[in-house]
């Protein structure tokens, strides 16, 4: 078996990556494509490797020379690599393809060592390697039947997004017999390219052959676990950083992504906080079916905004703001200068990471669990302007009971400090939506009170980015305004504040799913004597780890091993240098099950 390599186009969209080089010579993990190809192709009895070059060629010629560990090299120029695509190059390497069974691969690819042996060791003599259409995937698909043949392919404007459960997307690896070429392939392209020209895709001649004669091409349909990718644009370019990067930089990359988790097929995020239990599927369907509208008009204004998350909290439009996300309303709040601030830690960074270090001022409970109540808060709260209170807290789970809360704030009220009060878990506390301070009197009676609350989290639609402020301090609530700009919430998020009250008993009920579910997920937790789960109020469970294994090392062995992402609380203020924590967030029975599956084996190994 011969391998044949289509290296000749200009990756123009990789941009500056592409300015002097070659797509192939492109470096990933510090190593280039083709490197990577070349390597997985000379670990499997290949003859000979043909490489069909034209844009920068002599680079690659110069740079990958006439073998590669043993196996040699041989090199098919086409000169008119800006006026052609991939039909002419496999066109001109053409007589190479009748002298031996062929793999045909395209140079823009990376794959792991275990994808090539799918498509060799098949026994079907012409194999197209497919895998299960992805969100982040583009170009070429095909339907196939349960006995592997191709029943179409698809491209273009003949791509359905209603049917992409039923696609599977071509990988560009191809394994052609002689008599394929001979008698199906070669003719068929150059008829094609006589009738319809040199600018166009093999993959065109492909689908005319497969429509006169079904059958002779078949499927190899990868595993979901086998990781591949095609590098297009400096988005592929950057998600196959992270794909194919070494176990030690692989958990720090993910960390810094900060979501966008769906480009990783395969991940489960344990790390980030959200409702799994909502929106439900009417809410869903009333988003999609409402999708284009809401695409090309232009969103309310502030006024209008308000007046809505009034309506879905039962409070006064003057008493509430609608942010960009709770992100959008803290890092206003937190902005004013020369204000002594009180946080409890370990808690959510975005509050005091938002101030000068020097206004800041920490209160780190004396136990291994975090609890705290009243009294140590307002034995802390002497010299502070204000103090920002997450209830339950983030991440030990903490909870204050509302009366205590109510206490609290009186006394803040006669010493002159502002809370800030963060209630984005609290719909997940035992009684829910009843603990909640957003409510006129309330706010009436405590106007050093303001309350942030992330819908996103709670409500399970963090791509919305939707948070709220409420405070009865309207002056407080107007410098707030004057921070946002005029259009801040985008037209889907207005149009979910718009139709939610339809759905809140649906909403209700979600809660009561997570409280249930939290209980099942840490009674499941506790029969494993390394880890040590700390009692939650929240939509997530705060964990030590017993026994030796570092909070690094757990994090990582759970993405690597199980595609499984938590949240390392390592280094994290207030956390012990000495001990180990974890965050997990409460997902679905399902997928805490795979959680607790994974951690026995890792942790009961």
């Given at each position: ?50 490489l ?13 020379g ?18 052609t ?17 062929t ?62 459960e ?17 008698n ?30 079904n ?24 998600d ?35 409702n ?7 809410l ?20 209008v ?14 008493y ?33 990471q ?40 983030n ?9 205590d ?23 997940f ?13 309330i ?23 939707l ?66 789960a ?17 909070a ?31 965050r ?11 959680l ?10």
């Amino acid at each position: 078996m011969q391998a044949m390599i289509l290296a000749a186009g200009m990756g123009k969209r990789l941009g500056e990556y592409t300015d002097d080089n070659t797509k192939c010579m492109v470096r990933i993990g510090g190593t280039t494509l083709i490197d990577r190809m070349l390597n997985n192709l000379t670990r499997h009895e290949i003859s000979r490797i043909i490489l069909v070059v034209g844009y920068k060629g002599e680079k690659v010629k110069s740079y990958v020379g006439s073998s590669w560990n043993g196996v040699k090299i041989i090199y098919v120029e086409n000169p008119i690599y800006d006026k052609t695509n991939n039909i002419y190059s496999l066109y001109l390497a053409r007589h190479l393809l009748l002298e031996e069974e062929t793999l045909l691969l395209e140079s823009d690819l990376i794959f792991s060592s275990d994808v090539l042996p799918r498509i060799i060791n098949d026994s079907w003599a012409s194999l197209v390697l497919v895998s299960r259409f992805q969100s982040w995937m583009n170009g070429t698909v095909v339907r196939i039947d349960k006995h592997r043949r191709i029943k179409e392919f698809v491209s273009g404007g003949n791509f359905s997004f209603q049917k992409v459960e039923k696609y599977f997307k071509t990988v560009n690896i191809y394994k052609f017999s002689v008599d394929f070429s001979k008698n199906k392939c070669l003719p068929f392209l150059e008829a094609y390219l006589k009738s319809i020209g040199y600018n166009e895709y093999y993959e065109q001649v492909l689908s005319v052959i497969n429509f006169l004669d079904n059958g002779e091409l078949r499927a190899c349909v990868l595993d979901e676990k086998d990781l591949w990718y095609e590098i297009d644009d400096k988005q592929d370019l950057d998600d196959a950083e992270i794909l194919f990067s070494s176990e030690e930089e692989k958990l720090e990359k993910i960390q810094n992504r900060f979501g966008g988790y769906w480009r990783y097929p395969g991940l489960t995020d344990f790390c980030y906080l959200v409702n799994p239990f909502f929106p439900n599927r009417r809410l869903l369907e009333e988003l999609r079916s409402n999708f284009d509208i809401l695409l090309s008009e232009y969103p309310s204004g502030i006024d209008v905004q308000n007046l809505l998350a009034s309506k879905l909290f039962n409070t006064s439009k003057e008493y509430i703001v609608t942010g960009n996300g709770a992100a959008e309303l803290i890092n206003i709040i937190m902005k004013k200068t020369g204000i002594i601030t009180g946080f409890v830690t370990p808690t959510f960074n975005e509050y005091h990471q938002r101030i000068e270090k020097k206004s800041a001022k920490f209160y780190n409970p004396d136990n291994m669990d975090f609890r705290y109540g009243i009294d140590e808060l307002k034995e802390f709260s002497k010299g502070l302007s204000r103090l920002v209170l997450i209830n339950p807290d983030n991440p030990s789970g903490n909870f204050i009971e509302k009366k205590d809360v109510l206490k609290l704030l009186e006394y803040f009220l006669t010493k002159g400090i502002q809370l800030i009060l963060d209630e984005s878990f609290v719909d997940f506390s035992t009684e829910g939506e009843e603990d909640t301070l957003i409510a006129d009197a309330i706010l009436k009676t405590f106007p050093n009170l303001i309350v942030i609350k992330s819908i996103s989290k709670s409500y399970g639609i963090p791509g919305l980015r939707l948070g709220v402020a409420a405070s009865s301090n309207i002056a407080y609530l107007d410098e707030i305004k004057r921070g946002l700009s005029i259009w801040n919430i985008n037209s889907l998020a207005e149009f979910f504040l718009q139709i939610i009250s339809k759905y809140k008993d649906k909403y209700v009920n979600a809660c009561r799913k997570i409280v249930r579910e939290r209980k099942r997920f840490c009674s499941e937790l506790s029969v494993i004597p390394q880890i040590r789960a700390i009692p939650s109020q929240a939509n997530f469970v705060t964990c030590e780890i017993l026994g030796g294994m570092t909070a690094t090392e757990f994090t990582r062995a759970l993405l690597i091993k199980h595609g499984v992402f938590i949240k390392d609380l390592t280094g994290k203020l207030g956390i012990p240098n000495n001990k180990q924590y974890i965050r997990l967030a409460i997902r679905n029975k399902l997928d805490n099950n795979k959680l607790v599956a994974a951690i026995k084996q890792e942790l009961l190994a």
